[in-house]
């Protein structure tokens, strides 16, 4: 089974953290580049962060300075931290996971962050 499980949203006040888990099973987890997107309602997903296979990383503008992605190869496991949490952050997280050169891309289903006082 080829699967990725993300874990840790919740409900947070402004100003507050976070830390997203992605454990992934069924593949080859360091072969893979990894990435947090978002969906908010009446949006379109969004990339968030990424780290490659060598960890190196990047980030949407708007999350510079607040979130760190990171990967843990030897847990299969990819992480988002995330700080300064603003109500507009508020979105379903999900989990992806791409081989650059078979050209697949794996999905989780998505955890929910929700940023209100």
């Known amino acids: 089974q080829l699967h990725l499980v993300e874990s840790g949203g919740g409900l947070v006040q402004p100003g507050g953290s976070l830390r997203l888990s992605c454990a992934a099973s069924g593949f080859t987890f360091s072969w893979y580049a990894m990435s947090w997107y978002r969906q908010a309602p009446g949006k379109e997903r969004e990339l968030v962060a990424a780290i490659t296979r060598a960890e190196d990383t990047n980030y949407a503008d708007s999350m510079k300075g607040r979130f760190t992605i990171s990967r843990d190869n030897a847990k299969n496991t990819a992480y988002l931290q995330m700080n300064s949490l603003k109500p507009e952050d508020t979105a379903v997280y999900y989990c992806?996971?791409?081989?650059?050169?078979?050209?697949?891309?794996?999905w989780g289903q998505g955890t929910q962050v929700t940023v209100s006082s």
């Open positions: 992806n996971a791409k081989h650059d050169y078979l050209r697949i891309n794996y």
